[in-house]
């Protein structure tokens, strides 16, 4: 088979790999689509990878091609997508339904081959359905709309409460897709990408907002603070900001993953106790039962047409494009949103 590997920093060559070998509790995936995320950026242009060579991918839809002996709930030719974390089951997070915050996991694309590639063998239990009604293009982008949902559900929404995101990368946008089908009320974004503002307006946003041609502070001047802030641009400085943009007794929600070292004035840290705020952490999507909540109302969400991802599909390549797609995403000010490998499409 055809499959992408990293092998050294911002080295990738496509190679000719045989098919993973199926164990009795897994299924090989014949892959239709994989994306390509932004924690895929550091492992092809830093080398942040565990071990050289690598296939990243982890999200990613197909057709289950063989099933292993012991597997009972699939069989060959269901569309599946993959959940790409595979805990241990074993350690007390594991056995508490916390799988998220397993000690001893592995993942798909990362520490184990992904889904750049025809074929990628993974846990049966990892695998959902996708219906009929829902493309596996479409499916392919459940992974990252799982992540939303996660950060949403963290806090307790209260209907038609005001809500700030910060970014609108695919998260963020994904976000406000999945607000929006939450029932919230007013949604602001905030970015310094006029495409990705215009696209998050044209999704379901109410507001947007280029701090670079108007800082937040100005704008929320005459305006009253939004109830609900959700980072997920993962900056130091919308990091500190979320806590300052948010109402007294608000909740703030943290999605993205910061790189740079995030400092708080005293001011600032004040804000969360004189205005008795609720924060969160996000870390990925998953539930119990395994792989959750958020992988089941992802996909409902999206076969009912209460959330259409296609405007966020912005580029389709094949494995011969090699590095394109990454070059395409990792430049300055890119437009590009979600970007997918078509590898066996339907």
Request: aromatic share 6%; proline share 5%.
């Amino acid at each position: 088979m055809k499959a992408l590997e990293v092998v050294g920093e911002t080295k990738m060559i496509l190679s000719e790999l045989e098919k993973p070998q199926l164990a009795t509790d897994k299924v090989r995936i014949k892959v239709a689509y994989c994306g390509v995320c932004g924690s895929d950026l550091p492992r092809y242009f830093a080398g942040g990878v565990h071990s050289f060579p690598q296939v990243l991918g982890h999200e990613f839809s197909g057709v289950v091609e063989t099933v292993g002996a012991n597997v009972t709930e699939m069989i060959s030719g269901d569309r599946v997508a993959v959940a790409p974390l595979i805990p241990c089951g074993e350690c007390d997070a594991c056995q508490k339904g916390e799988p998220a915050m397993c000690s001893n996991y592995s993942f798909i694309g990362s520490r184990e081959p992904g889904a750049m590639a025809e074929y990628v063998t993974v846990p049966a239990k990892n695998c959902v359905k996708v219906p009929e009604k829902l493309s596996l293009k479409e499916a392919a982008l459940l992974e990252p709309l799982t992540v939303a949902i996660h950060g949403i559900e963290r806090i307790n929404l209260k209907a038609g409460v005001s809500v700030l995101v910060l970014g609108a990368g695919t998260i963020g946008l994904l976000t406000v897709l999945a607000l929006r089908a939450r029932g919230v009320g007013e949604i602001t974004v905030a970015d310094l990408n006029t495409k990705k503002l215009s696209m998050a307006q044209k999704i379901g946003a109410d507001y947007i907002v280029d701090p670079n041609e108007q800082p937040l502070e100005e704008y929320f001047k005459d305006r009253e603070l939004p109830e609900v802030v959700i980072e997920t641009a993962g900056s130091a400085f919308t990091q500190v900001q979320a806590i300052q943009l948010v109402k007294k007794r608000g909740k703030v929600s943290y999605v993205g993953t910061c790189t740079k070292e995030v400092v708080f004035s005293p001011e600032d840290f004040e804000k969360i106790l004189r205005g008795e705020l609720e924060i969160t952490g996000s870390w990925m999507s998953y539930s119990a039962p395994f792989p959750g909540y958020e992988w089941l109302a992802g996909l409902r969400y999206m076969a009912e047409g209460e959330i259409d991802v296609k405007p966020l599909i912005t580029g389709i390549y094949s494995l011969t494009d090699k590095e394109k797609p990454f070059d395409a995403i990792n430049k300055k000010d890119s437009e590009q949103i979600k970007v997918l490998y078509e590898i066996h499409p339907e």
